[in-house]
């Protein structure tokens, strides 16, 4: 049986589940799983999956950290797919990409992940300037411009779905 989280009844498992809503969601690798997202060879491949998802139209992405044993995202799924759908491609994908780079077998993510519906496009910046200052909380980082593994670093930050938030894009 899993070991669990502590707090990990607060993990809720898709109670949320609809397109075109943004979300702030919250994955954790698996428990015992010694594999630090962040590491240079690794967080590269999830900044991938989550851009290979934007380009093949699966969701619209406001943002992300990468931390080392979990990530935050601020995304809304594209019609006609769920967040349930997205997240489990996403973990599925990644799962299989990082244990062949690894050369490893077993779980990569936990099976539960966190989600909360935001319920106006206001509420995207604070969840932004949160999961932006993550890095910092954790002494990882000096100032949250210094993380690399973030859609704040300039490069990432252009890449983010700003045009469909500001109503421009369908």
Known sequence: MEQRLPHSADLRKHRFDTANRIYFVTKRAALGNSIDLARADVAPMIMDSLFWLVENQRIWL??????PDHLHLVLAPRPPQLLREVMQLFCSFTARQINAHLCRQGSLWAEEYYEHLLASREKVQPCLDYIYLNPVRKQLAGQA??????????????????????????
């Not at 406001?62 to 931390?67: D, K, N, R």
């Open 62 to 67: 406001l943002g992300f950290v990468i931390m």
């Open 145 to 170: 411009s210094d993380w690399p593994f973030s859609s704040l670093c300039l490069e990432y930050h252009e890449r983010m779905s700003w045009r469909w938030l500001q109503g421009l894009e369908k």
